[in-house]
């Protein structure tokens, strides 16, 4: 009898189970861990920009909108990126939405150069991929990364 209680209060409240004791300790020292590796000074070049690149690489002498690369780097018709997966012949592609061209706005000049466009209507900015190398832009990075008060150890 006491089983199917038991049973029961598992049925109907989920698994619950007690936190341990030392995860406030198992935190802090995740978060010292975080801050000694220092991740975010390395110059890491993120999906977005690296899709970014491969746009404006694959494209030589072209210029690029805002739209144009948002729908390469979240819309591609050949390859999913989220789910890992090459797209089935008639799938429908995702809509761009304005987080998506914002990140894109934000990653660009990482590897691109604006060339025009501007807050007008209508008028996305047009992006021309700069003339320098994968690890310079790294490199760069990683200095302006030390210059705000960091530095890589």
């Known amino acids: 009898m006491t089983s199917d209680a038991k049973l029961m209060e598992k049925l109907l409240r989920g698994q619950q189970r ?3 004791s030392d995860s406030a300790a198992q935190s802090a020292r995740a978060r010292e861990t975080i801050k000694q590796s220092r991740p975010w000074e390395r ?7 690296t ?21 390469a780097v979240y ?10 997966r090459l797209r089935k012949k008639g799938e429908v592609l995702p809509k761009i939405k304005s987080w998506m061209c914002h990140r894109v706005r934000l ?8 060339v025009g466009g501007g807050p007008g209507r209508g008028g996305g900015f ?9 690890h310079d832009v790294r490199d760069r990075k990683t ?3 030390k210059q705000r008060g960091g530095g890589c150890k």
């Open 18 to 20: 007690k936190p341990r």
């Open 43 to 49: 110059g890491r070049i993120g999906f977005v920009e």
């Open 107 to 114: 990653a660009a000049p990482t590897f691109a150069d604006r």
């Open 75 to 84: 819309a591609n018709p050949i390859f999913d990126w989220k789910n890992d």
């Open 143 to 145: 200095a302006r990364d």
């Open 51 to 71: 899709k970014i690149h491969d746009a404006l690489f694959f494209a030589p002498n072209k210029e690029l909108t805002t739209g144009q690369l948002a729908r």
């Open 126 to 134: 047009r992006w021309r991929l700069r003339n320098e190398f994968y």
